[in-house]
């Protein structure tokens, strides 16, 4: 899809895991079959996190710079630059502006706490990004998403009861992707394309609440070389 000058990508179970094998596997060890999916997705260098649910914000000053971070986004203004982070039921985020700032975040329930979709745009505004737009890509919806109550409360101290939804067995949810809208909105973004699609319902992405799966999909974020 385009978002912007940028394409996205949200991957599934169609193009294979996507993941890294753990949090610490070298960048020289990563499995070949792994590498040459990403490619088949992006043929450019990849920009990958090891995600720690965090704030962190990788800015990548060439394309597969900051490859390996521990971080839980990334932004550029390279053309050839691919930015991916990878899910299995947290929700990953494009963004992109006309301006030619790109980023990508990670985004679960810790990473709402921590404020990871803000700091990723203002990151971006300080690269020169100005009207700033979203995609959301596949993650876990409120209906198979219950949620413990202090939690839930935490969540929505920060970003208010619309992050509160409702389980198809009527029991306290976390509402993902309102929180990232909400999150979005907080960070001066209302420009947003949701694919609405929810991981554990679906047959064709990976993921750990449902099924514990161990394999990743990815959202990847480029502008081509001009």
Do not use: N
Not at 11 to 28: F, N, Q, S, W
Not at 78 to 100: F, I, N, R, W, Y
């Amino acid at each position: 899809m385009r978002l912007g000058p940028a394409e996205v990508r949200f991957t599934g179970r169609a193009e294979g895991d996507l993941g890294h094998g753990g949090a610490y596997v070298e960048i020289d060890a990563l499995d070949p079959g792994v590498l040459a999916r990403r490619a088949a997705v992006c043929p450019l260098p990849w920009t990958w996190l090891r995600q720690v649910h965090g704030d962190a914000v990788v800015v990548a000053k060439v394309p597969g710079d900051g490859a390996g971070t521990r971080a839980d986004a990334a932004i550029t203004d390279q053309a050839g630059a691919a930015l991916a982070v990878l899910t299995a039921d947290c929700a990953p985020v494009a963004l992109a502006s006309e301006d030619g700032v790109i980023g990508v975040a990670h985004a679960g329930w810790k990473g709402l706490l921590a404020g990871v979709v803000q700091e990723t745009v203002a990151a971006m505004r300080d690269l020169g990004a100005v009207d700033v737009r979203a995609a959301l890509g596949p993650c876990i919806h409120a209906e198979c998403y219950e949620f413990g109550g202090s939690d839930l409360d935490a969540v929505a101290a920060r970003l208010g009861d619309v992050v509160r939804g409702t389980t198809a067995f009527g029991r306290p949810a976390l509402d993902l992707p309102a929180g990232i809208r909400a999150a979005l909105a907080d960070a001066g973004v209302t420009e947003v394309v949701d694919v609405d699609v929810c991981t554990s319902c679906s047959a064709g992405h990976w993921s750990w609440r449902a099924r514990r799966d161990t394999a990743r999909q990815a959202v990847v974020v480029w502008r081509s070389p001009t």
